[in-house]
C-alpha cells in the first residue's frame, strides 16, 4: 500500500494507547475493588501520564503531513525557497515520493525567480543606458522609476517626485501633472530642446504616466546646419552663373574701349571714364566671386579622418602655436588641463582648427579690455571630454547670443560670419556639441564636449 508505513506507525500507535487505556481502566477497577491498595494507585498515574504521552505522539504524527504542506505554504509565501523535504523519509515511499514533488516544485520557483530577477536586472540595464530619458510615475506625482538619461537632462542627480521639477522646470512640471498634452516640446531656460511624450499605462489597478524625454537640439541644429549649406549652395550657383558672363562681357567691352574704339580729340575724356568705370566693375565683379567662392568651405566640409588623440598634448600643441602671438598682443594665456592620459577619437587638424578660431575669436574680442586674458580649460565627466575657451572681454550682447552661431551672421566689422558656424559642423560630424555662455560686460565661455 502507498501509505504502508505510515499507516502501520500509526496502528501501533493507536494500539499501544488501547493496551494502555485498558491497563489503567484495569488499575482503577482494582482500586475500586481492592479499596485503595497503593500499587494500583501508582499504576493509575504512571499508565495515565503514559496515555497522554502517547496521544500527543499520535496527534503530531497523524498531523505531520499538515505540517509539511504548512511549511511549504509559508515557503512560497514568504519566497523562501530554500528549504529542503527530507526528515520523514523515513515514513514511507509515500512521504518520499510527496517529498520529492515539493522539492522539485520549489526548485522550479528558485529557477523562475532567478530567471526574472535576471530579466529584471537586463531591463534596469537597458533603462538606465537608453539614450531616451524616461519617467514613470503615478497620479500623485511619486517617480516610481527614472533613468540616468532623464537625470542628466533634466540636471538632477536623483528624482522623487515631479514636484521637484518645479525648481528648474516649472513649465515641464505642471505639464506632466496636467497630462493634458500627451506629445508636446519644450524648451529650458538654457536653450535644451526637449521632445516629450507621454503614456498612459495601468498596473495594479492604477494609471500611471510613462514620459520619454528626447534631447532634439542636436538633430535640430544638425538641419539647421544642413538647411544653410542648401541655401548657400544655391545662392553661390546662382551668384556665379550670373557673375561669370557679367565678367566676360566686362572683358570684351574693356577690349573694344582699348583697341576698337578711335579716339577723338573732343571726347572731353569720355573714354578714359568709361574704361576707368569697366576696370571698376571688373574688380567689383572679381571680388565678388572671390567673396562667393570662399563660402565653399561651409557647404563642402570634408568627412573626419579619425584618430586616436591625446586632448592634453593637442591642446599643447595649439599653446605653443599661438603662444608668440598672444606675447605680443600682452595677452595672459591661461591653461588648467585635468584630462591627463584622456583619449578621444577625433580628426587631429579640423579640432585643432575649431579651437584656434575660438582662441582667436577670443583674443578679437579683448582688444579694447583691461588686464586681457584667455583661460583654457579642459576636464573629463561622463564619459565626456569638455574643453572650454573662457576670456574676460565685454561678452555677447543677449539679443546676438543666439544667433552667433547663425552662417554669416557677425557682429565684427570685417567678419565673414562662418567661423563658428564651421566650428559648430564639425564638432557635429565628431557626435558632441558646442555652446556659448556670456554675459554683457562679464567675458565669454565657449565649451566643446566630445565623447572620450
Known sequence: MLFKRFAIGLIWRIVLLILLSTGLVYCILQIYLAKGDAVYWLGSILLFGLIIYRGTDLFHYANSTNRKLTRFFDSIQYDDFSIKFSSDNTYGKSFQALNKQFNKVLESFRKIRAENEASLHLVNTIIQNVQTGLLLYDQYGRIELSNSSACKLLGFYRLKNISELKANHLELAEKLLST??????????????????????????????????????????????????????????????????????????????????????????????????????????????????????????????????????????????????????????????????KLIYADPEQLSMVLINLVKNAKEALDHSNNPCIHIKSYAQNHSVFIEVIDNGPGIEPEALEDIFIPFFTTKENGSGIGLSLSRQIIQQHGGSIKVFSESGKGCRFVVQLKA
Open 180 to 341: 493634458a498634452d500627451k506629445h508636446f516640446l519644450y524648451q529650458s531656460t538654457n536653450g535644451l530642446q526637449v521632445s516629450v511624450n507621454i503614456v498612459a499605462i495601468r498596473s495594479g489597478g492604477q494609471i500611471k504616466n510613462l514620459v520619454s524625454l528626447q534631447n532634439i537640439q542636436p538633430e535640430l541644429q544638425e538641419k539647421e546646419v544642413e538647411a544653410w549649406q542648401n541655401l548657400t549652395r544655391v545662392l553661390r550657383h546662382e551668384i556665379m552663373n550670373s557673375l561669370t558672363p557679367i565678367l566676360s562681357l566686362i572683358g570684351t567691352m574693356k577690349h573694344i574701349v582699348d583697341k576698337e574704339l578711335p579716339a577723338s580729340a573732343n571726347d572731353n575724356g569720355a573714354q578714359d571714364d568709361l574704361q576707368e568705370a569697366l576696370q571698376t566693375l571688373e574688380s567689383r565683379g572679381i571680388g565678388m566671386i572671390n567673396f562667393v567662392d570662399g563660402y565653399r568651405s561651409f557647404t563642402s566640409i570634408p568627412p573626419p579622418s579619425f584618430a586616436e588623440i591625446d586632448i592634453e598634448q593637442l591642446i599643447q600643441r595649439m599653446v605653443n602655436l599661438l603662444q608668440p602671438e598672444m606675447t605680443v598682443a600682452n595677452i595672459g594665456f591661461v591653461i588648467q588641463n585635468s584630462t591627463a592620459g
